[in-house]
T-cell receptor
Framework: AQSVTQPDIHITVSEGASLELRCNYSYGATPYLFWYVQSPGQGLQLLLK??????LVQGIKGFEAEFKRSQSSFNLRKPSVHWSDAAEYFCAVGAPPERAAGNKLTFGGGTRVLVKP | GAGVSQSPSNKVTEKGKDVELRCDPI?????LYWYRQSLGQGLEFLIY????????KSGLPSDRFSAERTGGSVSTLTIQRTQQEDSAVYLCASSLGLAGGRLTGELFFGEGSRLTVL
């Protein structure tokens, strides 16, 4: 069964500082990996996704993530955080299209990011 | 429509009542998903539709929960005899599903229906 762990429930970072959110997954083959962001009262917005190819993936809002197969990780990073980045971030894993009868995503528990002025 | 639309956005009900939550996916998206997000929790998968059929209902927590999808579009999630533990935000998502014989991976989410059971 697939699973996702986000070890950090809360992270507080100063505006302008760098941010890294950890994500570890368990999946029996090459997974599809996603990061979503949820602002207060909003639905989930896709930040970036990894299907194959280059293991460093660029997303929206200046975010990037790196797939490391050997560590079963897909950590999200941003070099300089803005106050508007305060939100909850979810990592998710899904089966590749050629394997899945449906692309059900399994989500981690989320990391809430607080940004200090 | 432009995005996934869910209604109602907020629902307060009394324990024991039935509720219906509606999801209108992005036009042309054949796959539709329901998730539940409880306070302080991650997203819990409930059910997946491909067209009008539901190949995966494994996440429905009890037989009080059911969902249907008609015309390959709108879906309704029904919770019968609601309990306080059903209080959560119910999120609907859609994706292209099968495209050129392959499934696409990106899910687009609605803003959710917040259910409060008193």
């Amino acid at each position: 069964a697939q699973s996702v762990t986000q070890p950090d429930i809360h992270i507080t970072v100063s505006e302008g500082a760098s941010l890294e959110l950890r994500c570890n997954y368990s999946y029996g083959a090459t997974p599809y990996l996603f990061w979503y962001v949820q602002s207060p009262g909003q639905g989930l917005q896709l930040l970036l996704k990894y299907f194959s190819g280059d293991t460093l993936v660029q997303g929206i809002k200046g975010f990037e993530a790196e797939f490391k197969r050997s560590q079963s990780s897909f950590n999200l990073r941003k070099p300089s955080v803005h106050w508007s980045d305060a939100a909850e971030y979810f990592c998710a894993v899904g089966a590749p299209p050629e394997r899945a009868a449906g692309n059900k995503l399994t989500f981690g528990g989320g990391t809430r990011v607080l940004v200090k002025p | 429509g432009a995005g996934v639309s869910q209604s109602p956005s907020n629902k307060v009900t009394e324990k024991g009542k039935d509720v219906e939550l509606r999801c209108d996916p992005i036009s042309g998206h054949t796959a539709l998903y329901w998730y539940r997000q409880s306070l302080g929790q991650g997203l819990e998968f409930l059910i997946y539709f491909q067209g009008n059929s539901a190949p995966d209902k494994s996440g429905l927590p009890s037989d009080r929960f059911s969902a249907e999808r008609t015309g390959g579009s709108v879906s309704t999630l029904t919770i019968q005899r609601t309990q306080q533990e059903d209080s959560a935000v119910y999120l609907c998502a859609s994706s292209l599903g099968l495209a050129g014989g392959r499934l696409t991976g990106e899910l687009f989410f609605g803003e959710g229906s917040r259910l409060t059971v008193l």
